[in-house]
């Protein structure tokens, strides 16, 4: 065991280091390393490793704050019993972040409630931990964003800001129809990602409805050109999570555009 003014001095040098982690725990690790005769290195290997544990875990609050996830949902909370539809292991092959590494993007189509942005966030998470830089928008959040960008002049902040990450979560893709200065930098932003940098997207329109959505079939064309071109699709068919509880205490009565599939593969 250290003596106490050793002690002091130990954990006054760590925190002039600010190695504010191993000065709180170099003490009773001291005691333990006495009591447990341990080797110089297994100490001084515990010690570092505590260190390291905190700024991880700092870092991974920091990243995931900034990441701007709208809730904290992991992959370990979708109950895939319930959404059949969702292939468990094409979910946990995305989780393995292949898909990042090579620049791919997904796509999580389908109606409202059947996970899509839940599956989003479960993947964002997963990159996060990772180390990899993760940033979400919604596109009528991004469609706001980009109106006041435009007359700032700061478009090409914005773009250079969505261009970064390793990871971008374009949500509800859809919703809102594009008009054309969203629409051409939607285009220019997906242009920009592709092969170089993960685009996850989520809409609850199909793809022949996307010419619609951008009031312009040679932009909506050319977008999906590249979005589709190293993808993974997954096509969500069921019912909505967030009505399961109304409807099996039959309070709810959804409308039969609801029940459809909205989205399907073109
Ligand atoms: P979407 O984006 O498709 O509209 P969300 O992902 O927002 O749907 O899901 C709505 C709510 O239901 C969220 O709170 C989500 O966590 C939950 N949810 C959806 N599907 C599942 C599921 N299969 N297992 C667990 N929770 C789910
Ligand atoms: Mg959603």
């Known amino acids: 065991m250290a003596k106490p003014s050793e002690a002091d001095q130990l954990r006054e040098t760590l925190q002039s280091l600010k190695l504010d982690c191993m000065a709180d725990t170099v003490e009773a690790l001291c005691e333990q390393a006495a009591k447990e005769t ?47 539809s969702v292939d468990k292991r094409r979910i946990q092959e995305l989780a393995s972040l292949r898909f990042v590494a090579s620049g791919s993007n997904v796509l999580f189509l389908g109606p409202p409630g059947v996970g899509k942005t839940h599956l989003a966030i479960g993947l964002g998470l997963k990159a996060l931990e990772a180390g990899l830089s993760t940033y979400f928008v919604s596109v009528p959040e991004l469609i706001d964003q980009i109106s006041q960008d435009a007359q700032r002049g700061q478009l090409l902040k914005r773009m250079q800001q969505l261009c970064k990450p390793r990871v971008l979560i374009l949500d509800e893709m859809g919703y809102l129809p594009l008009e054309r200065p969203i629409a051409t930098f939607l285009f220019q932003l997906v242009a920009k990602r592709y092969e170089k940098g993960a685009i996850i997207l989520s809409s609850n329109k199909s793809f022949s409805e996307w010419g619609d959505l951008f009031t312009d079939q040679v932009l909506a064309t050319a977008l999906l050109d590249r979005l589709l071109h190293h993808c993974t699709l997954i096509n969500i068919r069921g019912q909505s999570y967030r009505l399961k509880e109304k409807r099996q205490s039959g309070v709810f009565q959804p409308p039969p555009a609801l029940e459809a599939t909205a989205a399907e593969p073109s």
């Open 38 to 84: 341990w080797t110089y290195a297994t100490f001084l290997t515990r010690l570092l490793s505590e260190e390291l544990a905190a700024r991880e875990h700092r870092r991974l609050a920091v990243t995931t704050k900034m990441a701007h996830l709208p809730f904290h949902k992991t992959l370990a909370q979708f109950d895939f019993a319930f959404q059949p």
